[in-house]
């Protein structure tokens, strides 16, 4: 049983594979890397992400043996993706900018050496900015990542120290200023609805991102998720009324700046979209290496998803064996449309009709019914040509993607 938001997906359900064709040509290829430690582990956060090793000799090590699993790990995915360009690669974490430039030129040499890269692929890393000096993103700009993201959450020293960062305001500001120098595409993270904030002090938090005229900007809902310190401590947050106003003012402010708010919570530039985050939403193939990366990849049979073993211990004991996947499953025919609606309905602009077909391998029809109730809700724009959410549908985007999960199967 899978479970979501309040709907669980009975692995059960019918599989009507026979409806089933292998696209034309496979979806575009992205690669994801997972770098798992950060200085500490922030109150709020459910990624996996683990606090690095105390001294700083011993996370050296551990760097340098997960850099080389993640190489076997990548040398033994190879067939998966045999002959396939990548267009974009990921390093996520976790607070991959803890790795030297040194560590990253190795990584991402080892990346060019074993898998064809495009021309023009986008390579990004997240970085902290309580982890960065400026010759350190000099580096990672030489190593050849072209694309910055930072972790800025708020400028306010108040917020920032409630939400157990390990940067205030003004390095905060450096750090995003350091990004403008060293590359000409860059991200700020900024989290709102933070505990006790009213709309001003979100819209002073966006001011201050602005002023650093980022290209990119990814505004998140503070979210409280299970198994974090803040879920067993709950912080005071703004309520739903509150939230939605200051999700609303921000929308306006961000699209005065220029920005177009392309997904839920991504907003760029024009021609600053993120190529990476793009494949997701459009159901794109994607290989995942690193601790506890999920993959996705589109094959003659079917679309089969990967998970790494998780625990960074875990993941370095498995590279001894080089078994690193710890759960591989083929997706039921019967899942493919949820799965591609959960990610296509979060763009704002929708996605072209013709698209679930070529990443799907199932004919729109598949979806036709859970299409028009949507419809007659007011969720989804009556567009033939385009599956695209409506200001409604996007208000209550989890009602919506529910729609599209698959029948259970009548025992
Ligand atoms: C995986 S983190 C990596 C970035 C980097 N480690 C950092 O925190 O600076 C990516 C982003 O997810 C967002 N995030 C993490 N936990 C969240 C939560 N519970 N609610 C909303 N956004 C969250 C934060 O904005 C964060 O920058
Ligand atoms: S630094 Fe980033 S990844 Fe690490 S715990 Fe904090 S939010 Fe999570």
């Given at each position: 049983?899978?479970?979501?938001?309040?709907?669980?997906?009975?692995?059960?359900?019918?599989?009507?594979?026979?409806?089933?064709?292998?696209?034309?040509?496979?979806?575009?290829?992205?690669?994801?890397?997972?770098?798992?430690?950060?200085?500490?582990?922030?109150?709020?956060?459910?990624?996996?992400?683990?606090?690095?090793?105390?001294?700083?000799?011993?996370?050296?090590?551990?760097?340098?043996?997960?850099?080389?699993?993640?190489?076997?790990?990548?040398?033994?995915?190879?067939?998966?993706?045999?002959?396939?360009?990548?267009?974009?690669?990921?390093?996520?974490?976790?607070?991959?900018?803890?790795?030297?430039?040194?560590?990253?030129?190795?990584?991402?040499?080892?990346?060019?050496?074993?898998?064809?890269?495009?021309?023009?692929?986008?390579?990004?890393?997240?970085?902290?900015?309580?982890?960065?000096?400026?010759?350190?993103?000099?580096?990672?700009?030489?190593?050849?990542?072209?694309?910055?993201?930072?972790?800025?959450?708020?400028?306010?020293?108040?917020?920032?120290?409630?939400?157990?960062?390990?940067?205030?305001?003004?390095?905060?500001?450096?750090?995003?200023?350091?990004?403008?120098?060293?590359?000409?595409?860059?991200?700020?993270d900024l989290m709102w609805a933070l505990p006790g904030q009213t709309v001003d002090q979100a819209l002073e938090d966006l001011q201050r991102a602005l002023e650093l005229t980022p290209p990119h900007l990814s505004l998140y809902q503070l979210t409280i998720e299970p198994n974090t310190v803040f879920a067993k401590f709950p912080p005071p947050l703004p309520d739903e009324d509150l939230a939605f106003e200051m999700q609303q003012r921000l929308q306006e402010r961000a699209s005065r700046a220029g920005f177009g708010h392309y997904e839920v919570s991504a907003y760029a530039q024009p021609g600053q979209t993120c190529v990476h985050n793009l494949n997701y939403w459009t159901f794109g193939d994607y290989l995942g290496i690193g601790a506890g990366a999920h993959s996705k990849l589109t094959g003659a049979d079917g679309v089969v998803r990967q998970e790494r073993f998780s625990r960074p211990e875990s993941y370095l004991n498995a590279a001894g064996a080089r078994r690193f996947i710890s759960r591989e499953h083929r997706v039921p025919a019967s899942e493919l449309p949820f799965e591609f609606m959960l990610n296509a309905l979060r763009l704002t602009e929708g996605v072209p009709a013709a698209?679930?077909?070529?990443?799907?391998?199932?004919?729109?029809?598949?979806?036709?019914?859970?299409?028009?109730?949507?419809?007659?809700?007011?969720?989804?724009?009556?567009?033939?040509?385009?599956?695209?959410?409506?200001p409604l549908g996007l208000r209550f985007l989890s009602d919506l993607q529910s729609l599209f999960l698959p029948e259970p199967v009548t025992p």
């Open positions: 049983m899978v479970t979501f938001g309040s709907h669980s997906i009975d692995i059960r359900t019918a599989d009507k594979s026979a409806a089933w064709r292998a696209p034309s040509q496979p979806p575009p290829l992205s690669l994801y890397v997972h770098f798992p430690w950060c200085a500490r582990k922030c109150p709020y956060c459910d990624f996996n992400s683990h606090a690095q090793a105390d001294g700083e000799l011993e996370a050296a090590q551990l760097r340098s043996r997960y850099l080389q699993a993640l190489r076997e790990d990548l040398e033994s995915a190879l067939p998966a993706v045999w002959g396939r360009t990548v267009r974009s690669v990921f390093i996520g974490g976790g607070t991959p900018s803890l790795m030297t430039g040194e560590e990253v030129d190795g990584l991402l040499c080892d990346i060019r050496a074993l898998l064809p890269l495009a021309p023009d692929c986008e390579i990004t890393l997240e970085a902290n900015p309580g982890t960065m000096e400026a010759q350190r993103f000099r580096d990672f700009r030489a190593a050849g990542v072209n694309r910055l993201s930072l972790g800025i959450q708020s400028f306010d020293d108040d917020q920032l120290t409630r939400l157990g960062r390990i940067h205030d305001g003004r390095q905060a500001v450096r750090a995003a200023e350091q990004a403008g120098q060293h590359f000409e595409r860059f991200n700020l698209l679930f077909a070529e990443r799907t391998g199932l004919g729109l029809s598949a979806i036709s019914r859970p299409l028009d109730a949507a419809e007659a809700r007011g969720l989804i724009e009556a567009d033939p040509t385009r599956i695209r959410a409506t």
